[in-house]
């Protein structure tokens, strides 16, 4: 039993393994060609691992920046990192947080079936990592094994039915389509930048599009979305290197390397996980979005699959960069205001800023253009920088350690979960169960809603 348990576990664990089983579901229920099933599932996994490989690429490329930044400005504090903070979690809560992402997933799609959030959340490795944080807040607040799985795979699949829906609304503007969500950790932020974005804009001074940008006629060539990241990111690098100082990048990073080649070199690999990113994604969205219709109207009517962030990078690829750099800054502002303050130190955590600031980028650019792609992924970053600070009480012992939680949704939910954790194992139940019943009584408010302005309309 538990080596059976042990390798379905270790199947949901892979978001390429999880997609192209959609994928073949979706299409076998569509009765295809077997040919064709094999086909999509095929292109469907392999898309998914190209678009990893990219993202895997990235993140090599923003790590000796992490560092150089780090030394540069002499800055010591909580470094936001998933993967970092994941890894320690799993030592002590490995078991539990499996169990909770695996039965996780059941709620959600009962939560999709039962609600008008009709929304599957395929991004299995965050939401992996959305499971260990609510495993450590559990144990913390101190329930028992199994009353740590029961609640944390209710709240779980809570968490990753709502962020989705946050983000649903800005969605049609900044993609041109309705037909996929966004399931990321970061959707709270990214949310709350759409929001911002669709306030501050102005109908007598409009803001132009990010994609609507115009290079004079020498500077065609910087149309071409790989040559102006690799260029902006080299000038982002090089300054950044030089603070740093030949010595510790030549004896610490780059084996040797001249210290301006080396951060020449980083900025172009980055563009390239850029352009192997979207590449990914191109295939995944043609592969699993037809595929998933035959889901949505067999299993979850009027389902739409919530994919990771990368996704909506193809939407408007200059407003992914501006919303990185706008996030990054945002984030470098947090971190000043917490040295003023006195407080604990967030660092830029460069690997969320780039995914979360980019995506924010893309909704805040179809609420309001180039102005609201900057000002919305400015205040996502100070999101994620102020959060992930609030985060660290509620996490025990883990939140001593030097890396903590990234993007938004851990912070909102982390908090709100550790608030409920105040009154132990009763407040925690209590609260979850409240936050069941708000969840339904948002989905009928809403439904109701729409149906009255339908009759409206009507008439």
Do not use: C
């Not at 004896?251 to 690999?269: K, P, R, Y």
């Amino acid at each position: 039993m538990n080596g059976v348990l042990s390798v379905l576990l270790d199947i949901f664990r892979q978001p390429s393994i999880i997609v192209a089983l959609i994928s073949l579901v979706g299409l076998a229920v569509q009765r295809k060609k077997a040919t064709d099933i094999m086909k999509g599932t095929i292109r469907t996994m392999v898309g998914f691992l190209v678009l990893a490989a990219g993202a895997s690429v990235v993140s090599g490329a923003l790590d000796p920046f992490g560092s150089m930044f780090q030394h540069a400005f002499n800055v010591q504090g909580v470094v936001p990192n998933n993967e970092a903070i994941v890894g320690t979690v799993l030592v002590k809560y490995g078991s539990e947080a499996a169990l909770i992402f695996f039965f996780g997933m059941i709620v959600n799609i009962l939560l999709s079936m039962t609600s008008r959030f009709k929304y599957i959340y395929l991004s299995g490795h965050v939401a992996f990592y959305m499971a260990t944080m609510v495993a450590v807040i559990l144990e913390v607040a101190g329930m028992s094994t199994w009353g740590v799985i029961l609640w944390g795979s209710i709240a779980q699949g809570l968490i990753v039915t709502i962020s989705p829906a946050l983000v649903q609304p800005f969605m049609k503007d900044a993609a041109g389509t309705n037909d996929v969500a966004l399931g990321h950790t970061g959707g709270a932020g990214i949310a709350l930048g759409g929001l911002v974005a669709r306030l501050t804009r102005s109908k007598k001074h409009p803001s132009k599009s990010t994609e609507d940008i115009k290079f004079p006629a020498g500077l065609g060539f910087l149309r071409d979305t790989t040559v102006i990241i690799a260029l902006s990111m080299a000038v982002i690098y090089v300054v950044v290197a030089l603070f740093a100082g030949s010595s510790y990048i030549e004896s610490e990073l780059s084996d040797g390397q001249n210290f301006i080649v080396f951060a020449i070199l980083q900025a172009a690999t980055f563009s390239a996980g850029v352009f192997v990113i979207l590449a990914g994604v191109r295939v995944v969205l043609g592969e699993i979005v037809p595929a998933f219709k035959g889901i949505s109207e067999k299993l979850v009517k009027n389902s739409k699959p919530a994919l990771d962030v990368p996704m909506i990078f193809t939407f408007a690829p200059n407003a992914v960069l501006i919303g990185f750099i706008s996030s990054f800054v945002g984030g470098v502002v947090g971190m000043g205001i917490m040295a003023l303050a006195g407080s604990t130190i967030i660092i830029p955590g460069i690997v969320a800023h780039f995914m979360t600031g980019g995506a924010t980028g893309v909704i805040g650019n179809g609420q309001g253009g180039v102005r609201g792609a900057v000002i919305g992924s400015f205040v996502n970053g100070l999101a994620i920088t102020f959060l992930p600070l609030f985060l660290l009480p509620v996490l025990g012992d883990t939140g001593m350690a030097n890396a903590t939680y990234a993007d938004a949704d851990y912070g909102v939910a982390g908090i709100l979960l550790g608030q409920f954790g105040k009154g132990g194992q009763i407040g925690l139940i209590i609260g979850i169960i409240a936050s069941v019943v708000v969840f339904y009584a948002a989905s009928f408010a809403m439904s109701a809603r729409e149906k009255k302005k339908a009759a409206v309309e009507a008439k």
